[in-house]
């Protein structure tokens, strides 16, 4: 039963996260929505085309709030998106080619027959560039939808689903450094390359302050930027970077613990109002084992998890999901029917025929606990692709805002469609 707890209790904790940022991640879409379309479009529109940055005789960095958004903070959100990933690889869900086959698969298919769909099905040279909006499954919207079933939804399904969901971020990763990153200026990209790999090799022989990895993460993503390579990879790519061991083992972290507090214990006196020089040394050692102990990777991860949930992505969304919906308004409608498809029937058929194929070919086998009604479901909720769908759009069409005003209409009503209809077959094919 301990272990079990152990088990479970920390991907319990990361659910919660991601349902109260799938609830403000909702929150914020209606009322962009609602500012876009109201008295105050002029004003909410010109707050994110306001410019500020640096500005020098030799360098300028200089961009909209909007860009800073969508640059700056989300290789905060890929940055972690990329901690989860090495994780999942090395100890988690995707550490070993068996446990990670079913999702896997399901990623697949979650990918290649949308993105398939989408180009079947548009004629237009004009937003052929957009193919990889359908590729990405939204963790957060996908899981909070899944934990208003609360109790029926068994862990192995919420598990399932956030793998999968992961997987796809990789997806969605490397289709943005591979198909939507223009002009290479491929000397700065190599010096940024070679700093990530003196990083690799500082983490390989157990070299590890935070400070300077911040000041190299800043620079790599600076070069990144300046070489046209979109700086969200860079975040990915500097999580690879971080280690994961920690310096010392629990035990040897357990002995000391016990010493230092019985020395503190026996340096005060237990009446004075402040501490006793040895108690203040004591604490800094206890500082001190308390850090080594720490996987480097999981203590970021923990820090960062709550300020991308509940900040950045909120953010985000509150500064793209604002498009004008009124009648007369020049929109794609072409595009959005397009869009609606690929995330609908496209996740759901390619989720759905993949993990089929994996299991006729006796290549992996359904998690336990999981029924087909289930994974029809689950299928249904990976057509939420809200986050990265708009981010990619962003990159796809970024000198026609008509385009993504269109492709944004589309992402939110094939992610609402694919939502309430997963949420739908869940609800009536589990038990309390």
């Given at each position: 039963?301990?272990?079990?707890?152990?088990?479970?209790?920390?991907?319990?904790?990361?659910?919660?996260?991601?349902?109260?940022?799938?609830?403000?991640?909702?929150?914020?879409?209606?009322?962009?929505?609602?500012?876009?379309?109201?008295?105050?479009?002029?004003?909410?529109?010109?707050?994110?085309?306001?410019?500020?940055?640096?500005?020098?005789?030799?360098?300028?960095?200089?961009?909209?709030?909007?860009?800073w958004i969508n640059d700056g903070l989300?290789?905060?959100?890929?940055?972690?998106?990329?901690?989860?990933?090495?994780?999942?690889?090395?100890?988690?869900?995707?550490?070993?080619?068996?446990?990670?086959?079913?999702?896997?698969?399901?990623?697949?298919?979650?990918?290649?027959?949308?993105?398939?769909?989408?180009?079947?099905?548009?004629?237009?040279?004009?937003?052929?560039?957009?193919?990889?909006?359908?590729?990405?499954?939204?963790?957060?919207?996908?899981?909070?939808?899944?934990?208003?079933?609360?109790?029926?939804?068994?862990?192995?399904?919420?598990?399932?689903?956030?793998?999968?969901?992961?997987?796809?971020?990789?997806?969605?990763?490397?289709?943005?450094?591979?198909?939507?990153?223009?002009?290479?200026?491929?000397?700065?990209?190599?010096?940024?390359?070679?700093?990530?790999?003196?990083?690799?090799?500082?983490?390989?022989?157990?070299?590890?302050?935070?400070?300077?990895?911040?000041l190299a993460g800043v620079i790599v993503?600076?070069?990144?930027?300046?070489?046209?390579?979109?700086?969200?990879?860079?975040?990915?790519?500097?999580?690879?970077?971080?280690?994961?061991?920690?310096?010392?083992?629990?035990?040897?972290?357990?002995?000391?613990?016990?010493?230092?507090?019985?020395?503190?214990?026996?340096?005060?006196?237990?009446?004075?109002?402040?501490?006793?020089?040895?108690?203040?040394?004591?604490?800094?050692?206890?500082?001190?084992?308390?850090?080594?102990?720490?996987?480097?990777?999981?203590?970021?991860?923990?820090?960062?998890?709550?300020?991308?949930?509940?900040?950045?992505?909120?953010?985000?969304?509150?500064?793209?999901?604002?498009?004008?919906?009124?009648?007369?308004?020049?929109?794609?409608?072409?595009?959005?029917?397009?869009?609606?498809?690929?995330?609908?029937?496209?996740?759901?058929?390619?989720?759905?025929?993949?993990?089929?194929?994996?299991?006729?070919?006796?290549?992996?086998?359904?998690?336990?606990?999981?029924?087909?009604?289930?994974?029809?479901?689950?299928?249904?909720?990976?057509?939420?692709?809200?986050?990265?769908?708009?981010?990619?759009?962003?990159?796809?069409?970024?000198?026609?805002?008509?385009?993504?005003?269109?492709?944004?209409?589309?992402?939110?009503?094939?992610?609402?469609?694919?939502?309430?209809?997963?949420?739908?077959?869940?609800?009536?094919?589990?038990?309390?």
């Amino acid at each position: 039963m301990k272990i079990e707890k152990i088990l479970i209790t920390p991907f319990q904790k990361f659910v919660r996260v991601e349902n109260l940022s799938g609830i403000l991640l909702f929150g914020a879409t209606i009322i962009a929505l609602i500012l876009a379309n109201s008295s105050f479009a002029p004003a909410y529109e010109s707050i994110w085309q306001c410019e500020f940055g640096i500005q020098t005789p030799n360098f300028e960095l200089v961009k909209p709030l909007l860009l800073w958004i969508n640059d700056g903070l989300m290789a905060v959100f890929f940055f972690l998106i990329g901690l989860e990933i090495k994780r999942e690889v090395l100890i988690g869900e995707l550490n070993n080619l068996k446990k990670a086959s079913f999702p896997i698969f399901a990623a697949l298919g979650g990918m290649i027959i949308p993105v398939s769909l989408y180009i079947i099905l548009n004629k237009d040279q004009g937003t052929s560039h957009g193919w990889g909006i359908p590729a990405a499954t939204d963790i957060a919207f996908s899981l909070a939808i899944l934990q208003l079933l609360g109790k029926r939804v068994p862990i192995s399904l919420k598990v399932f689903l956030a793998a999968f969901a992961i997987v796809d971020d990789i997806g969605a990763v490397l289709l943005i450094a591979f198909f939507y990153s223009t002009g290479i200026k491929w000397l700065l990209l190599i010096i940024a390359l070679a700093i990530i790999i003196i990083l690799i090799f500082f983490s390989m022989r157990g070299i590890y302050s935070k400070y300077i990895y911040f000041l190299a993460g800043v620079i790599v993503w600076l070069l990144f930027l300046k070489a046209g390579f979109h700086p969200t990879v860079a975040g990915v790519l500097l999580a690879f970077t971080i280690p994961l061991r920690k310096k010392v083992d629990v035990n040897t972290y357990a002995v000391n613990l016990y010493n230092i507090v019985d020395d503190f214990k026996e340096a005060g006196d237990g009446k004075s109002p402040v501490l006793s020089k040895e108690q203040v040394d004591y604490i800094d050692d206890l500082e001190d084992w308390t850090s080594r102990v720490q996987s480097p990777l999981q203590h970021l991860e923990h820090n960062l998890h709550n300020w991308v949930a509940y900040f950045i992505i909120p953010i985000f969304a509150f500064a793209n999901a604002g498009v004008i919906l009124k009648t007369g308004t020049e929109l794609n409608y072409s595009l959005i029917m397009i869009i609606i498809i690929s995330l609908f029937a496209g996740k759901s058929i390619g989720i759905l025929l993949f993990t089929w194929l994996g299991r006729k070919l006796k290549l992996t086998v359904m998690p336990e606990g999981i029924r087909s009604s289930q994974l029809l479901g689950i299928a249904f909720l990976g057509g939420v692709g809200f986050t990265m769908s708009i981010f990619i759009s962003n990159l796809a069409f970024v000198d026609n805002q008509a385009v993504i005003n269109s492709a944004k209409i589309g992402i939110i009503a094939g992610s609402l469609i694919s939502g309430l209809t997963g949420y739908i077959i869940l609800r009536f094919s589990t038990k309390k």
